[in-house]
């Protein structure tokens, strides 16, 4: 039989929060550019992007119904491919999801741009995001809220009702965190589209290209260890047993 440890997310909190934080930075950083850059378009908050696909229909506006829809599809075919590669790569998954994650936010930049119902340009980059959500997870197998703040702020929401109750999941404590660190990152890319326009896109590519440097770093000196897999067995994220 195959080990499975090796295909597991970081067990270590040491190796996950830090990752789990930067990340989330990221993803607030790209969306914030993509926001001003694109014509209020979401890179990561699909929640918005399915407003505005509402509005759109509603307003019988095929163009921008194309343009936000095609951008949800995606997203999710980022999220759906990136579950696939990270349990194919095995104790490689942190590098090569984040090499990933690094070189489509790059190729957005020198992708055609498409038509306004179609931007070709904008697709690479919402694949990075949506693939980013297959990267980590907390103890329970869950997928952490890293691209969209909504989950984050409704589990510390409802973390601290049950610490109340002394029954916290372990993973309530990273929630307000993550919240900050989108934030934090969305700040930092408003002002870098601002004063660099859509090539404010290289600096969360090269955030994610070191965050792989140090993955690689990791794999290749820690093999199997806490930092590097899970203690136990793999658990594909957002999985709750065999399909019947």
């Given at each position: ?114 038509t306004f119902s179609w931007p070709l340009h904008v697709y690479p980059i919402v694949i990075a995001l949506g693939l980013q959500n297959a990267t980590l997870q907390d103890e329970a197998g869950r997928s952490l809220a890293l ?81 590097v897999t899970g203690a136990e067995e793999y658990h594909p994220p957002d999985a709750r047993g065999p399909v019947k």
């Amino acid at each position: 039989m195959a080990d499975k440890t090796d295909k597991s997310f970081p067990a270590s909190p040491t190796t996950r929060i830090p990752f789990a934080l930067a990340l989330s930075a990221l993803a607030g950083c790209a969306d914030s550019i993509g926001f001003l850059e694109f014509s209020q378009l979401f890179m990561s908050f699909m929640s918005g992007n399915t407003t505005r696909f509402g509005v759109s229909v509603s307003k019988f506006d095929w163009e921008s119904t194309a343009r936000v829809s095609s951008v949800i599809v995606m997203f999710c075919f980022g999220a759906f491919a990136g579950t696939l590669i990270a349990a194919w790569v095995g104790r490689w998954r942190l590098s090569v999801m984040l090499l990933l994650q690094a070189v489509l936010l790059a190729i957005g930049l020198v992708m055609p741009y498409g038509t306004f119902s179609w931007p070709l340009h904008v697709y690479p980059i919402v694949i990075a995001l949506g693939l980013q959500n297959a990267t980590l997870q907390d103890e329970a197998g869950r997928s952490l809220a890293l691209t969209y703040v909504t989950g984050a702020v409704v589990r510390f929401g409802t973390g601290l009702a049950n610490l109340l109750m002394g029954k916290v999941a372990p993973s309530f404590w990273i929630q307000a965190p993550l919240w900050g660190a989108l934030s934090t990152g969305a700040v930092t890319g408003g002002f870098l589209q601002t004063h660099y326009g859509e090539d404010a896109f290289l600096f969360p590519a090269a955030l994610a290209a070191l965050l792989a440097l140090i993955a690689i770093a990791l794999t290749v000196l820690k093999p199997g260890s806490a930092y590097v897999t899970g203690a136990e067995e793999y658990h594909p994220p957002d999985a709750r047993g065999p399909v019947k």
